[in-house]
């Protein structure tokens, strides 16, 4: 199930759903791509820090949530490039790109990260990567490819990150704990650092869940407080709100 927000509330809509997703400022259709809106992507686009981003590539776009999310946070100068893999989510990820009021803003490519060449290095690298290992399988292939690490493993994100940043860059993911934790050992071996790091909890006396990272080779570690996105009341809590408030309809 993924969440949205109506009259400040917490309700659930079907996570394969193909209806179109409103937000504030833009709407993203999905119908033609495996992998839909969920809580993931949009806590990832409304936590990244953006200071100083002039450039930002978002690998594996999906539906262009992320991308989307970026053009309304950052800077008027800033511009946005996503790449999928898939060429039906590419396609309607530049659709949604066209009808969102940053046409000009954001550039998407159709194609594996592997074969990306950028004219100019990016500042800040943004993902929703694979989480499931190779051997865990889907009825729908697509959704198999979008969320295994047999397509984009996370030591190739890695170092295809470290090939299209600038020598201050900074890549965010967000992954589950287990996961999470891993990543920051792979991390280490390319020279990478938990520059930033935010735990997610689903609601009150579970336990976290997924982790946001912002990983560096310059900056010192820095882990804020977790962050539990569902209230006693079945609302979001008001520091998840306060992070989604600028997307979520009636928030």
Known sequence: MIKS??????????????????????????DRCAMKVGTDGVALGAWVPL????RILDIGTGTGLIALMLAQRSAEACHIDGVELDPAAASQAAENVMSSPWPDKVTIHTGPIQHYHATMPY????????????????????????????????????????RLLTPEGELAVILPIDEAEQFQCWSAQHGWNLALGQRLIPRPGKEPNRFLMLMSRNKNRHIGEDVVICADNGRYSDIYSRYVAPFYLAL
């Open 123 to 162: 500042d800040l690298i943004v993902s929703n990567p694979p989480f499931f290992r190779h051997g865990q399988a889907f009825a729908n292939t697509s959704r198999q490819q979008a969320r295994h690490t047999s397509t984009l493993g996370h030591q190739e994100l890695l170092q295809h990150a470290t």
């Open 51 to 54: 200071e100083g981003a002039r």
């Open 5 to 30: 927000a109506a009259g400040g509330a917490v309700v659930y809509e079907q996570a394969m759903s193909s209806r179109p997703f409103r937000f504030k400022q833009f709407v993203i259709h999905q």
